[in-house]
């Protein structure tokens, strides 16, 4: 059974950083391109940022260039999103996603960002 489990969000004030963090199990997780999306209340979700399985090609949306980062650790079967210099538009319900054929969700983790 695949599971992706969210953490590190919370509430943190406009021009401050969080690192969120997605643990994978019951895949091949260095198989997988691993992305970040997002859902603001009454939006759409949303793509933030991808990696592809080795890391060597990250893309990220507009928004995001320049203040997010994403990463991963294959050995951990991990991917992170630092997050630095939030701004109250980037709140939102923020999802770890697995692509390779397959898509996986987690079940997300809730980033504030107060003004």
């Known amino acids: 059974q695949v599971q992706l489990v969210e953490s590190g969000g919370g509430l943190v004030q406009a021009g401050g950083s969080l690192r969120l963090s997605c643990a994978a199990s019951?895949?091949?997780?260095?198989?997988?391109?691993m992305g970040w999306f997002r859902q603001a209340p009454g939006k759409e979700r949303e793509f933030v940022a991808l990696?592809?399985?080795?890391?060597?090609?990250?893309d990220y949306t507009d928004s995001g260039k320049g203040r997010f980062t994403i990463s991963r650790d294959n050995a951990k079967n991990t991917v992170y999103l630092q997050m630095n210099s939030l701004k109250s538009e980037d709140t939102a319900v923020y999802y770890c996603?697995?692509?390779?054929?397959?898509?996986?969700w987690g079940q997300g983790t809730q980033v504030t960002v107060s003004s």
């Open positions: 996603n697995a692509n390779s054929g397959h898509t996986y």
């Open positions: 019951g895949l091949t997780f260095s198989s997988y391109t």
């Open positions: 990696i592809t399985w080795s890391g060597g090609r990250t």
